[in-house]
């Protein structure tokens, strides 16, 4: 197959954003008859046409919306490679890609970004998934930090390292009208049914040993890999739910439901996971190196 000519396509996504052949012209510096030419040559090597005419205006094909989502994508990324690898990128746009655990605190994630967030040089793209989708993109350098609440098993050919971004207390939480004064931890989960994480998130075995030790056998409601879907069933007064309390935050200050309790000695843990690279997102630098001075201030 004849390989795409990219500067057929430049001029084709100018004149695709511009939506007229005389404007697109002025801004490539080049005459409205080799412009047309070098899209005519664009379509015969893609065999679709990617106009059509309307008024003294052009409107894109379906061929020519795809060929223009592509465009955009492509050239998106050249920037992108510029303004990582070049001395003199200036004030460019940067892309970060964050892959979040499909169980992860939605506030948990706010929380990281918001640093950047508003930020009209960083655009944001986060995918969630599950833990080994996740690492496969990240060593794949499609992802440039996955933040987790259970860092998984390393060894000595891992290649990526692990942040600890925060450690929560994981409590018991319901509704006001559920919980009233009672604030023991034993009654509580003797008699009110149980909203738990799915086994394999961070906290859920030390729950289950906390349990055990004490001779407890709740009665589990639900187990969910979803802590936003942990908070609906909680605001519905479904049962009482156990989480670390970041996850329910707005609920907490609008009293919609209340914190009755800490488990002792059980704790979630945030992290974020890198890979060592020679041209780092500068993004990513400036969130972790924040993370570090807020870690070191709060400590003093």
């Known amino acids: 197959m004849e390989m795409l000519n990219y500067n057929h396509l430049r001029y084709f996504w100018v004149v695709a954003r511009e939506g007229h052949l005389t404007r697109a012209a002025e801004i490539l510096h080049v005459s409205q008859s080799s412009l047309s030419a070098q899209i005519r040559k664009l379509e015969h090597q893609i065999g679709h046409d990617l106009f059509e005419r309307r008024g003294r ?69 986060v995918r969630s998934g599950s833990m080994g989708e996740l690492l496969g993109a990240l060593e794949a350098h499609r992802l440039d930090v996955i933040l987790v609440s259970q860092v998984p098993l390393r060894d000595t050919a891992t290649k990526w390292t692990a942040h600890i971004i925060d450690q929560q207390e994981v409590s018991i939480v ?44 709740p009665e589990i409601i639900a187990e969910v890999d979803d802590m936003a879907m942990m908070r609906v069933l909680a605001r519905e007064d479904i049962g009482l739910a156990v989480l670390p309390p970041i996850v329910v935050t707005d609920e907490l200050t609008n009293g919609r439901l209340i914190e009755a309790c800490k488990l002792p000695n059980i704790q979630e843990s945030f992290a974020a996971l890198t890979l060592k690279q020679r041209f780092p997102n500068p993004v990513l630098g400036s969130l972790l190196e924040g993370l570090g001075k807020k870690n070191v201030d709060e400590k003093s």
């Open 57 to 125: 205006g052009l409107v894109l094909t379906e061929a020519g919306q795809i060929a223009l989502d592509h465009a955009n994508e492509i050239f998106s990324i050249g920037d992108e490679l510029l303004s990582r690898l070049s001395r003199d990128a200036g004030d460019v746009r940067h892309v970060l890609r964050v892959g979040a655990l499909a169980t992860l605190s939605r506030n948990f994630q706010i929380s990281f970004l918001r640093p950047v967030l508003g930020s009209k040089n960083v655009e944001i793209v």
């Open 174 to 217: 319901g509704t006001k009208e559920r919980i009233g004064s009672n604030r023991d931890m034993v009654k509580l989960l003797k008699e009110h049914p149980i909203i738990l994480p799915t086994a394999d998130v961070g906290f859920r075995n030390g729950f289950d040993a906390l349990v055990e030790r004490l001779s407890i056998h």
